[in-house]
């Protein structure tokens, strides 16, 4: 087999694709070959602005220099090393870690997904507790392995395995009462999204996360924030600190590498000082490349200030969103770079048309379309997004 030197097209690699895939992707007609920056571009040529990042992944936007250059440079060192021997840039990345999250969770178990991230972190609770139960939300989405399914609450996830999840209760999102309720001394673990993603973006109030944190404390249980999506996006590293509310773990994925494969778990020493040794292990977690796209990524979203950008650039996102005042939209919610716009029907024809106009976005409930941009995106790309919605609703 050749290497791949030139763009194929469209339809070579759409066969190519269905012959060797299960079916398990509703694919859209468009193959993706190139990014830059702020933008993709399909087989055709044609330039696409990207309000999807790949589901939050790609903080930086695509083909960054400064963090191309360091992967390649890690890439001419070294590519993988277990954790039985010690690595330079895994000691970076910790380092590196522990300036974006609270002090007390300052010890950092490395795999390779989100829902990678979310196992660990409910093997840790059970683990710790000696429990098998955990209560989560409605609406909520952590992920489609077999513990991170238990806790996703979405029926057509969960359906085909409901008789092998771990025991989970779903409770009301945003009511503190029922949280309350839920959590007793058989919970291992709370798992909650401090801004539902799949759910519609939806924010989590203080008062709720304060409850879930003040609950689980008074029973014994573990408290996961689940800042996979909402992680460096909305204008702080994590956002359940922002409320004042400190959990046991934080989760985080996606934009912490940038594109790279990369999970987080973190955890207070506490915890960390419970588990027994050898429960949990990766063979490719924490290795060098993953390690090295944790220390470039959180150090370009620090130093060119895309906390306090993403911040300001969501607000005028919003508010243009808005000032459009078209009779189609219900609601626009959200914080920073994580943004849902609800209509008053489906979704889908809009989404066909924004990528027909040039622009990508998600869906995140058949009412509700999601916009997670790279971090990088100013006011330019934010002009560009209005101009395309005004046209399209």
Known sequence: MS????????ESIQTMENDHQPPLYAK??????????????????????D????????????????????MQDQLARLTTCHQSFYNDARAASLVALQSVMPVELDRYF??????????????FAIATTGRGKIVAAKRGYHGRTLGALAATAEPKYREAFA?????????????PEAIESAIDDQTAAVILE??????????????????????????GAVLIADEIQSGFRTGAPFVFPTHGV??????????????????????????????PAGVHGTTYGANPLAARAIV??????????????????????????????????????????????????????TIKALQDAGVLVLPATPVVFRLLPPLIWEQQQVDEFLTALDSVL
């Open 3 to 10: 290497r791949l030197t030139t763009v194929l097209p469209l």
């Open 28 to 49: 859209r007609d468009i193959a993706l070959v190139r990014g830059d920056g702020a933008y993709l571009f399909d087989s055709t040529g044609k330039r696409y602005l």
């Open 51 to 70: 309000a999807m990042s790949n589901y939050g992944v790609a903080g930086l936007g695509h083909a960054d220099p400064e963090f191309t250059a360091a």
């Open 110 to 123: 490395l795999s390779n997904s989100g829902a990678e991230a979310i196992e660990a972190a409910l093997k």
């Open 163 to 175: 008789n092998h999840l771990i025991e989970a209760t779903h409770i009301t999102y945003n009511d």
């Open 194 to 219: 401090p801004i539902q993603g799949e759910g519609g973006i939806h924010p989590a109030t203080t008062e709720f996360l304060e409850a879930a944190r003040t609950a689980a404390t008074t029973h």
């Open 246 to 275: 400190i959990p046991d773990i934080i989760v985080s994925a996606k934009a912490v590498g940038n594109g790279f494969p990369v999970g987080v778990t973190a955890i207070t020493t506490a915890l960390a000082e419970k588990l």
């Open 296 to 349: 470039e990524s959180i150090s370009a979203y620090q130093s060119r200030g895309l906390y306090e950008q993403s911040a300001q650039v969501g607000q005028s996102l919003m508010d243009g969103i808005r000032a459009l005042n078209k009779a189609k939209i219900r609601d626009v919610r959200g914080r920073g770079l994580m943004i849902g716009v609800e209509l008053k029907e489906r979704v889908t024809p």
